[in-house]
């Protein structure tokens, strides 16, 4: 008998929304069944056309969810994400946990009840880049002196039509806040280079922005090879997403936002064809993988939870 996978989406603002499409290209590709709820709190926003066709049900009374989910996508406000995993682990056999994993480091994943067989993965998608692949895969890192990581951009144009000051980005008490909003760069840190033996960090509100949450966040990590400089900030207006590399041979320029990786002492770029959707793809594919006993989970709770403490507290 062929797979036919029972799935349901919490929260469908803009990476639920994608996370949906992606769901769909990826199973029909492989040509499996499957059918996709969605958990919503009311029904006051209205659904697209588009979105209504692929939804077989939507609930927003916790008592009639169902009990049988193969797959939930825990995709609400990050501040909502503890109970909302803790409410619904009867329900489901696994889950995909949107970053970062909380807005916080005090809860105790054990009072979440985890299935010990479940898979519970938490968004990493810029491992998935092809810049991020090319510099784990192709560069000696053991030659690496330091490295310099920086996102600079600008929060009113994250959301098309959306006002930034309504946005859990604008609000602490909502986990919103470069440092671990923008915990992608962190995470992609640790993949590359493991966790450092120490970290100090300046963070706080700098700009003109109605806010209240940090706008700028900056680090600097001790590792026993290499140091890390990581800048974060939500008012650069000229976006910049990039790993410098500083080696002995070279200093190579890894660029997320333009996809490109440069070598500048021997002036050679290498570009890659890939827009955001494409990595995002791969990440839905690859958690699939997870689930279906083909590879290991690459960021699971405890994981996510240790670099989150490095990007909230700055330290371990």
């Known amino acids: ?55 077989n049900n939507i609930y927003t009374d916790y008592s009639n969810v169902p009990d049988d ?30 970053k970062p994993v909380f807005s916080d480091t005090a809860p105790s994943v054990q009072e979440l009840m985890l299935n010990e067989k479940g898979i519970y993965y938490v968004a990493c998608p810029l491992r998935y880049t092809d810049v991020i692949q090319y510099v784990k895969h192709e560069i000696d890192l053991s030659r690496v002196y330091s490295v310099r990581t920086i ?42 280079f493991g966790h450092p033996d120490r970290v100090e960090n300046f963070r706080g509100k700098v700009s003109h922005l109605e806010i209240d949450s940090d706008d700028l966040s900056i680090y600097i990590a001790k590792y026993k090879n290499l140091m890390a400089e990581i800048h974060l900030d939500y008012f650069g207006v000229q976006t910049i997403r990039e790993l410098q590399l500083f080696t002995y041979e070279d200093t190579i320029i890894a660029d997320i936002a333009n996809s490109k990786i440069t070598y500048l002492k021997r002036n050679e770029t290498i570009s890659f064809a890939e827009s955001r959707n494409d990595y995002q793809l791969k990440e839905i594919s690859a958690f699939f993988d997870v689930i279906e006993g083909k590879t290991v989970n690459p960021n699971d709770i405890d994981s996510a939870v240790m670099t989150l403490k490095i990007a909230k507290e700055g330290s371990l």
């Open 1 to 55: 008998m062929g797979i036919n996978y029972k799935i349901a989406i919490i929260g469908l603002g803009s990476i639920g929304k994608r996370h949906l499409f992606n769901i769909e290209k990826v199973l029909e590709a492989r040509g499996i069944s499957y059918s996709i709820d969605l958990i919503r709190r009311d029904f006051n926003n209205e659904l697209s056309d588009d979105i209504k066709s692929m939804v």
């Open 151 to 192: 996102c600079s951009s600008y929060l009113p144009y994250w959301r098309a039509g959306v006002d930034y000051r309504n946005t859990y980005s604008a609000h602490a008490d909502e986990g919103g806040g470069v440092s671990i909003d923008l915990i992608h760069e962190w995470d992609y840190i640790v993949y590359l």
């Open 69 to 98: 989910y193969d797959v939930i996508f825990i995709t609400n406000p990050t501040h909502l994400h503890f109970d909302t995993i803790k409410s619904y682990v009867p329900k489901t056999k696994h889950m995909f946990i949107e």
